[in-house]
């Protein structure tokens, strides 16, 4: 029998998931997702690996004062407790942290090794795969404007495809990737910030093996001090990315969950335009159609936000 996470008690309201909190803190974490996007231009001459070992390295205490200051170190005991419990729980800590981990590091490995288009790609495709899913797991209802929306992403996705031409590597792990991590924290009742924490914990080992393997930072520490202070505020930026998105997870339906990470590629088509980078014009009637996408779900919101106060 599937286990679904038990609701947050500080922001339930009448017994039953805070679906708008949910969707306001999902949106907060693309933001801080494309600022990571934004930043990793000023790490330039360290490479993915160590990018990515330094950010679980800086990261992990960050999200371990985030736990504290929010009270929740009640899940990661809980979480503990269970690791003695259940015997297949160790099992399922390792693929979550596994998966984790592969997305985290794609992120940075891919900009700069020319495989930046075919992860653009998944993450447009993403969320479709999502939406598969938690109808088919957790037979999630989607509402009329939500299905609205999902019509739009999937036109955006179909013209991305047959611009692309193809399906790369890269862009299959981050569209089936990442479903299959939030539905493994949702069927093993992880879906909270102690469960991101204990992923963390058990990324540390590889991170840790990628920063002393390559050495960047540990050799050039005296030569460029400023590189220690962007790599911590990468750490503090990355930490607030992913403490958003897990507070929302548990007050959205998987469908929707999906749905909003639309509002990411969308901000990271901003930043790619600030930075003087360009679309081609066949691509144009994919973000048109994202955006739209975008904005059904903005309407439903603001529609939910009045009935709220209406029954108020």
């Not at 998966?99 to 900009?111: E, H, N, R, S, Y």
């Not at 992403?153 to 479903?179: K, R």
């Not at 080992?205 to 990628?210: D, G, R, T, V, Y």
């Amino acid at each position: 029998m599937l286990v679904h996470p038990p609701p947050s008690v500080e922001f339930l309201m009448n017994g039953q998931p805070n679906t708008a909190f949910g969707v306001t803190t999902n949106v907060m974490a693309s933001v801080f997702f494309a600022l990571i996007f934004a930043y990793a231009a000023l790490l330039d001459p360290l490479e993915g690996e160590e990018v990515y070992g330094w950010r679980i390295l800086v990261t992990f205490p960050c999200l371990t004062l985030i736990l504290g200051l929010r009270k929740c170190w009640p899940q990661v005991l809980e979480i503990y407790r269970r690791l003695f419990r259940e015997r297949y729980l160790w099992m399922t800590r390792i693929l979550s942290a596994s998966l984790l981990g592969v997305q985290l590091w794609i992120f940075m490995w891919a900009p700069a090794n020319g495989h930046g288009l075919a992860v653009s790609l998944g993450y447009f495709i993403m969320p479709i795969t999502m939406v598969i899913l938690g109808r088919i797991a957790f037979k999630d209802r989607m509402s009329v404007l939500q299905k609205l929306s999902c019509t739009f992403a999937v036109v955006g996705v179909a013209n991305e495809v047959m611009v692309s031409e193809s399906l790369t590597w890269p862009t299959l792990v981050i569209c089936l990737g990442y479903p299959v991590y939030f539905w493994l924290r949702r069927v093993t009742d992880t879906n909270n910030i102690g469960g991101l924490w204990f992923d963390m914990l058990l990324s540390m080992p590889l991170a840790l093996f990628f920063i002393v393997q390559k050495g960047y930072v540990l050799a050039e520490v005296n030569a460029s001090p400023h590189l220690i202070w962007l790599v911590l505020g990468l750490g503090g930026i990355s930490a607030l990315a992913l403490t958003f998105q897990s507070l929302s997870a548990p007050h959205l339906n998987l469908s929707l969950f999906g749905l909003l990470i639309y509002v990411e590629p969308v901000l990271l088509f901003l930043v790619s335009i600030s930075l003087g980078e360009s679309i081609d014009y066949g691509q144009w009637p994919t973000y048109m159609a994202i955006w739209l996408a975008v904005f059904v779900l903005l309407l439903e919101g603001v529609c939910g936000l009045r009935k709220e106060r209406r029954a108020a």
